[in-house]
T-cell receptor, first 113, second 111 residues
């Protein structure tokens, strides 16, 4: 069974640009959650999608958005990039809504210059 | 909301020793407590989890204990090996809600 796949693995963007990250969950999993990981703040929850509906949202500005498609694949978009958005973005898939039995992908390392 | 405190932030042990990492949580309604291991350059890997109706769970060399009254849970690794070296995260949730993570513990196992 394939794991959670995130693309791309690495990204370098310029301040002010926008970026889209992709996550393909484990087959059969309907929940996809996104997290931002930084050395200072640790793992912080961004949002969760379950069956194409946003179920939960963390405390991030509106520049961070996401969506989920009918095949459960999810995308996360960050507009008007800031230097502070440099981080490892992780997605986790679960067969259940919420955090139960969540499996993470390798992450996308975003660097904003 | 939920707040999870994790200690220690770094832990160095000799190969073969035991390692214990402790977490406390604030939300008495939390009922799901997973532990993740993150190796350099990889995403967190779920290694064990426990639900609030269980006091202890074991899987080979790792075990987790939960004290609901005191609102704390611990990860125990016995007979540590160099490949156990990684950052370990605890987390808590109400099950249907999102995971709140601790800040992580860097475990270093010296041969």
């Amino acid at each position: 069974k394939a794991g959670v796949t995130q693309t791309p693995r690495y990204l370098i963007k310029t301040r002010g640009q926008q970026v889209t990250l992709s996550c393909s969950p484990i087959s059969g999993h309907r929940s996809v959650s996104w997290y931002q990981q930084t050395p200072g703040q640790g793992l912080q929850f961004l949002f969760e999608y379950f069956s194409e509906t946003q179920r939960n949202k963390g405390n991030f500005p509106g520049r961070f958005s996401g969506r989920q498609f009918s095949n459960s694949r999810s995308e996360m978009n960050v507009s008007t990039l800031e230097l502070g958005d440099s981080a490892l973005y992780l997605c986790a898939s679960s067969p259940f809504s919420g955090g139960t039995e969540a499996f993470f992908g390798q992450g996308t390392r975003l660097t904003v210059v | 909301g939920e707040n999870v405190e994790q200690h220690p932030s770094t832990l160095s042990v000799q190969e073969g020793d035991s390692a214990v990492i402790k977490c406390t949580y604030s939300d008495s309604a939390s009922n799901y407590f997973p532990w993740y291991k993150q190796e350099l350059g990889k995403g967190p890997q779920l290694i064990i989890d426990i639900r609030s109706n269980v006091g202890e769970k074991k899987d080979q060399r790792i075990a987790v204990t939960l004290n609901k009254t005191a609102k704390h849970f611990s990860l125990h690794i016995t007979e540590t090996q160099p490949e156990d070296s990684a950052v370990y995260f605890c987390a808590a949730s109400r099950g249907y809600s999102t995971l709140t993570f601790g800040k992580g513990t860097m475990l270093l196992v010296s041969p």
